[in-house]
């Protein structure tokens, strides 16, 4: 990956835009790694979820990767290393853990490939994860996700979670528990709870999973299916603005719910995001768009 820069750099028929010139100042050592932060499920610049994304020339060490998703302070930050052709290894971390599934940094990270020349005429790619390959493809404007879809079945919430969990001080009634793989899920009466909630996140720490969707069905005015908020204090994201792999379990839930394959959910953050979904069989295909705010060089 170092090298076929380093051509594409210094040859009379270069590859990458003019907007990436930094690229073509790779040729000290130590050489300093492409980053860049960008806005995914996002159509303009500050909304939907930041990501930074690590362009790596070579296997690095876990800590080091913690001490710089923990030095960018966003939501995830992934590290992305060319394996061959179109296939990448992807890792994601958040200020404070590796976790296993990330959409909104894969669909960064696929946007920053295309858009700096990585890859070429925004061809298909395919992500080594800790959630097995995960294959992204160019949609016009828009990028798709194949993701795997991750069940909640019902359960008996564990103690103290639903008193953290409040509208205005008061505790409000829950219609539906369940627990994914990765997060516990929540349904609420009406759409307005969920954009009231108030979380008490001291006590959402204590939460043995990764975190909590909460979720209620959307108004017919709203024009979307469902509207969720997702919170992991214990990993670090009091709030998440768009959480793509949560809708891996929305989607899901909502599907069977209202008899649909295909739905618009909007994540009603303070940033808020929509996220377009496609049940195919145990997987979903996740749409949206992405923003580049910056990028740069990471030295250390």
Not at 156 to 170: A, C, F, N, T, Y
Request: hydrophobic share 40%; aromatic share 10%; charged share 20%.
């Amino acid at each position: 990956m170092r090298t076929e820069w380093l051509i594409r750099c210094h040859s009379a028929n270069c590859l990458l835009p003019e907007r990436c010139l930094a690229f073509c100042l790779f040729i000290a050592e130590p050489m300093p790694l492409p980053i860049f932060q960008i806005d995914a499920f996002a159509d303009r610049p500050f909304t939907g979820n930041p990501a930074a994304v690590v362009f790596l020339y070579g296997e690095r060490e876990s800590p080091w990767m913690q001490s710089v998703a923990a030095e960018m302070n966003l939501a995830e930050t992934a590290f992305v290393r060319q394996l061959n052709a179109n296939r990448f290894e992807l890792r994601w971390f958040t200020p404070l853990t590796e976790v296993d599934l990330c959409g909104h940094a894969t669909l960064a990270t696929a946007h920053a490939l295309w858009e700096y020349g990585a890859v070429q005429n925004r061809s298909d790619v395919c992500f080594e994860s800790r959630s097995g390959d995960l294959n992204v493809k160019s949609l016009g404007a828009s990028i798709e996700l194949n993701f795997p879809i991750t069940p909640a079945e019902e359960c008996v919430p564990p103690d103290g979670l639903l008193e953290s969990l409040h509208v205005r001080g008061h505790a409000i009634p829950v219609t539906h528990v369940g627990r994914s793989k990765f997060d516990y899920l929540f349904e609420l009466p009406e759409s307005q709870h969920v954009h009231e909630l108030q979380p008490n996140f001291q006590k959402l720490k204590q939460v043995d999973a990764r975190g909590v969707i909460v979720t209620a069905h959307g108004t017919p005015e709203s024009g979307f299916d469902f509207v969720s908020r997702f919170f992991a204090p214990a990993a670090g994201i009091d709030e998440d603005p768009v959480t793509g792999s949560a809708h891996c379990c929305l989607a899901d839930y909502w599907g069977r719910r209202l008899g649909k394959v295909e739905l618009v959910g909007y994540q009603a953050s303070g940033r808020g995001g929509t996220v377009q979904m496609k049940v195919v069989k145990d997987r979903v295909l996740l749409r949206g768009q992405a923003v580049t705010i910056f990028h740069g060089t990471l030295e250390a």
